[in-house]
């Protein structure tokens, strides 16, 4: 039986936020404030935290996640996933949110995962909305993509594209870090070597577009801000706490280590 699963790598080690995932927000861990966000979405079965450190894994169980223990060396989020998802073929759609997404919306899940059932086109899938500030759009930190006229990705860069000449700032679409995957198309995404786009962006997912596969993108209203910094968790303290008054109600998954 297939199943449709939410993955959210996290890792302890980071350069500008060391211990991220446990960072206290609204009185919870940062990375549990995602977990019970993915939570909220109902075509999901599982939800899972995939991490290399046991202080996160321990924190996790504890909570009440199911975790799944990965290989330290992998490079970025979508290895660690892919780990996970090499050992279980009963996953059919995975959908990749970052672990610092604390206030990313479980209808955007449903949605990926609705899109990638009625499309058998689509391998992958992502999301972009405008940006509210057009002006952010300058910072290399917020991820730009541009589509074409079906909703597939052209281009993504941290550079502000496309240019305003002539069209002006309301083309920008901010990318948001989430993505949904076949199971199929993520093993071999992983496979491939890191390409010259990728490399010259930091952006592996510019390698799927070198390799030929379309990224089908959603395009939404609003979007939901990451967290990179101790300013950002900040920031984003006030929204967590009116959220976390009211959490969608979900039915109780079972705790579990995979390994």
Not at 165 to 184: A, M
Not at 191 to 204: C, F, S, V
Not at 217 to 241: I, M, Q
Request: with cysteine; proline share 7%; aromatic share 6%.
């Amino acid at each position: 039986m297939s199943r449709n699963v939410v993955i959210i790598p996290a890792r302890w080690g980071s350069s500008r936020f060391p211990g991220k995932p446990l960072h206290q927000v609204a009185g919870k861990p940062l990375l549990q404030h995602v977990w019970e966000r993915c939570r909220g979405a109902e075509r999901i079965e599982s939800t899972i935290i995939a991490t290399d450190d046991m202080r996160v894994a321990e924190a996790a169980f504890a909570w009440g996640a199911e975790v799944a223990l990965t290989s330290p060396k992998h490079q970025s989020g979508t290895d660690r996933i892919a780990e996970v998802a090499a050992r279980a073929k009963e996953f059919s759609l995975i959908i990749n949110v970052q672990g610092d997404e604390p206030l990313v919306n479980p209808r955007l899940i449903d949605r990926l995962v609705e899109t990638l059932q009625k499309n058998r086109g689509f391998d992958i899938i992502t999301a972009a909305h405008p940006f509210e500030n057009p002006h952010d759009a300058l910072s290399p930190h917020q991820v730009k993509v541009v589509i074409d006229r079906n909703g597939d990705a052209l281009y993504f860069s941290r550079a502000p594209i496309p240019s305003t000449k002539g069209s002006g700032p309301s083309l920008f679409l901010r990318h948001q870090g989430i993505y949904g995957f076949r199971r199929e198309m993520l093993l071999q995404f992983v496979k491939w070597k890191p390409t010259p786009l990728e490399r010259a962006e930091a952006l592996e997912q510019l390698r799927a577009l070198e390799n030929g596969v379309r990224v089908h993108v959603l395009v939404t209203k609003h979007g939901s801000p990451g967290v990179d910094t101790p300013t950002d968790a900040e920031a984003v303290a006030a929204s967590l706490r009116k959220w976390s008054t009211s959490p969608p109600r979900r039915r109780r998954q079972k705790s579990r280590a995979r390994r």
